[in-house]
């Protein structure tokens, strides 16, 4: 049987990854894509305690975040077509019209 | 396992929210004025108000799930005055925007009904689902101008970082959930002080983790990057709402997963929330100084308030709690009336943003002056205004819990914030006008402003009630 730790350690890892990506990518997509990472990073590990646990919470807790992260790709999609429409780019560093 | 019918009673407010929010977007498709979808939102927000009154709402539900009780309460009270004031004030706003659409009022109901599910949260699970249904119309919400560029980056500004957040949050909840076996929030209290868990590094991170994401949803430094381009770029009714719901919402989670949850560990949270507010406030007043823009300059307003609320958190008093209470409710009536006045100075080819358009106002509209005047010295927290009370509560409330340093910290930063409240009365009276500045008007803000005046005045000079209110509120 393959110890908790194992999957802890996956799910830092991908987590970190996550947030690695995210705070050094500049394409929106690419920036969005890392936080599905992050999202399914924390999906690996909150299984994993459920399975350990033997509690089904934490796989009830999986399905909402799975249902919520496709809610929430529709709208960030949306809002990124919505964004290109009037201005064709998908570069975080061009999104300047607010400073200060 | 026999399936057992839950409770319904303490839910009703949230089902009749739930039923309205679906009418409103159903309805959409028949009506083609959209005032009156204003006007109905309005009314079924009056329902659900009555609602909360109903016997047998203040009691838990689906097994410590959902919690109804004096707290989540108040806070709900909050939302749906502050829904009902933005309905009232985006009605002709949306028209000179161009952007009268249904949708509008259906999405401010949904992140309503999210903000009351996160008040009445007993499990990180509900809480996540509430936050995310707030989180997710009102991203929708910030883009909604979509011909305008700066919107729509508002709104993926705004998407980018919460989501970001929520990722946090739901770590924290996972550590939290490994470590305890449980998202139960009274239960993952018992079962740190049963098991000793206090001081485990996994519950210290999941804390941490915690706390950053709600950081983020109050917007409290240093994780408030996306409140200023947010709140300028998003149409200026949803800065109003954005600045008073989901803040709110933030605020009543935090008192409820750290005061519920980890009170075993408070020196921790503590220790954590001690140098956020200090940064929030610093960088909340002293950025706000300079700024041009007014919707900008509110943005970082906001943040310095969501400083001295934390406050509130800190004393973990139930006298800080309610003083914290307090303040989002008279912080709700002020900014909105504040917001109120910008959207007024709104017209068709004139955006009446900018600081210098308020030069003179008090010449050519004098009624709108004073107004705004009243709201910036409530603002700023001079009496006779509500925000001096509500200052004055947090701040006894901080002293009596022991934090007197921590109160001078906040006393200086108000007094510097004066400066920026009060360089736009400056404006408005001491200067004269340089260009004719048409209001819009309409009688649902006419209504609006006079909700938020008489209320910032009545709760300035009689505090007693309110305050009392959200002391018994309080479990």
């Given at each position: ?100 | ?307 001295y609320a934390?406050l509130g ?7 800080g709690?309610?003083s914290m209470?307090n303040y ?62 509500g200052k004055f509560y947090i701040f006894m409330a901080a ?11 906040a ?65």
């Open positions: 049987m393959v110890p908790l730790n194992w999957y802890l350690m996956l799910s830092a890892a991908v987590f970190s990854i996550g947030v690695f990506g995210f705070l050094t990518r500049r394409n929106i997509i690419i920036m969005f894509m890392s936080v599905e990472l992050m999202l399914n990073a924390v999906n690996i590990s909150l299984v994993a305690f459920s399975h350990y646990l033997q509690d089904l919470r934490g796989q009830v807790l999986v399905f909402f975040i799975v249902t919520v992260a496709a809610a929430e790709a529709a709208i960030g999609l949306a809002i990124i077509i919505a964004l290109f429409r009037n201005k064709a780019t998908a570069h975080v560093d061009d999104m300047n019209e607010m400073k200060g | 396992m026999p399936l057992v019918m839950p409770d319904l009673r303490p839910i009703a407010p949230e089902i009749v929210m739930t039923c309205l929010a679906l009418f409103i977007l159903v309805a959409d498709v028949f009506i083609r004025r959209k005032e009156t979808l204003a006007l109905l939102s309005v009314l079924g927000v009056a329902v659900t108000a009555f609602a909360f009154a109903l016997p047998g709402v203040l009691n838990t539900t689906f097994g410590g799930m959902f919690i109804s009780d004096g707290y989540s309460m108040f806070f709900k009270i909050i939302f749906a005055l502050n829904v009902i004031l933005t309905v009232l004030i985006s009605v002709k706003y949306l028209d000179v925007e161009k952007v009268n659409f249904g949708e509008y009022y259906a999405l401010i109901l949904f992140a309503t009904l999210g903000m009351m599910i996160m008040a009445s949260a007993g499990d990180l699970i509900v809480l996540y689902l509430g936050l995310e249904l707030m989180a997710l119309s009102t991203y929708v919400l910030a883009g909604f101008i979509r011909y305008d560029m700066k919107s729509n980056e508002a709104a993926l500004k705004y998407f980018l970082l919460g989501s970001f957040a929520s990722a946090f949050l739901l770590y924290g909840i996972s550590l939290a959930y490994g470590l305890t076996g449980t998202t139960d929030l009274g239960r993952i209290a018992m079962t740190i002080e049963q098991q000793g868990l206090a001081g485990k590094p996994a519950l210290t991170m999941s804390m941490i983790l915690i706390a950053v994401a709600f950081s983020f949803k109050i917007a409290a430094v240093p994780f408030h990057m996306w409140a200023p381009d947010a709140y300028e770029g998003a149409p200026t009714s949803i800065t109003a709402f954005m600045s008073v719901g989901p803040k709110a919402a933030g605020f009543a989670v935090i008192g409820r997963v750290f005061l519920m949850a980890f009170p075993m560990v408070r020196a921790e949270w503590v220790t954590i929330f001690i140098p956020i507010a200090i940064l929030t406030m610093a960088v909340g007043n002293i950025v706000a100084l300079s700024q041009t823009n007014i919707k900008r300059m509110l943005a970082y307003s906001s943040i310095a308030h969501a400083g934390l958190i800190i004393t973990g008093t139930p006298d709690l309610a209470m989002m409710l008279i912080y709700a009536f002020m900014n909105m009336g504040a917001f109120a006045v910008i959207i007024m100075l709104r017209s068709e080819g004139f955006k009446g943003d900018t600081i210098s358009d308020y030069e003179g106002l008090s010449k050519t509209h004098p009624l709108a002056a004073a107004l705004m005047l009243v709201f910036m010295f409530s603002l700023t927290g001079i009496p006779p205004t509500a925000g001096f009370m002293i009596n819990a022991g934090y007197t340093w921590l109160v001078i910290i006393v200086i930063f108000s007094a510097i914030s004066a400066y920026f409240y009060l360089r736009i009365v400056m404006y408005m009276y001491m200067k004269d006008p340089k260009e004719t500045v048409t209001l819009t008007t309409s009688p649902s803000m006419g209504l609006a402003l006079a909700i938020t005046t008489v209320a910032v005045l009545a709760i300035g000079m009689f505090p007693a009630k309110v305050v009392y209110l959200a002391r018994v509120a309080f479990p």
